[in-house]
């Protein structure tokens, strides 16, 4: 789904950029497309290695999300772990990113 979405949200951009004249300088759509595609690649980018890295020969079994460890899954804590830091520093960066868009976005208008 995430590829999906991204593929979509190239289209967008390449449609709208087309759309709008041209410039010498990033306009603030050009900005919010960039951030998008760029955020969405580092998510499918994360997926891919995490599903890299449990699926290695040398992997030890790794427990659904959510259930309890069993004996010999030690690699489910670190993957459990690795996903909470990661919902965290996402979410973290969207924020801020927004703070920062919006408040320059209303600097502007006025």
């Known amino acids: 789904m995430s590829l999906t979405t991204l593929l979509v949200l190239v289209s967008l951009y ?13 306009k603030l759509i050009d900005v919010w ?11 499918i980018a994360f997926h891919l290695a ?3 890295a449990e ?3 040398g992997a030890k079994t790794v427990a659904p999300v959510g259930a ?6 030690a690699k489910w804590r670190t993957s459990e ?9 996402y979410a973290l960066v969207f ?7 919006w ?8």
């Open 14 to 26: 390449s449609d709208t950029a087309t759309s709008l004249p041209k410039t010498s300088y990033l």
């Open 33 to 43: 497309f960039i951030f998008s595609i760029s955020f969405l690649s580092a998510v």
């Open 50 to 52: 995490t599903n890299r």
């Open 55 to 57: 699926a290695s020969p």
């Open 68 to 73: 309890p460890p069993v004996a010999g899954t």
């Open 81 to 89: 772990h690795v996903f909470r830091m990661a919902r965290v520093v």
């Open 95 to 101: 924020f801020l990113f927004h703070i920062g868009y």
């Open 103 to 110: 408040s320059y976005t209303l600097q502007l208008a006025n």
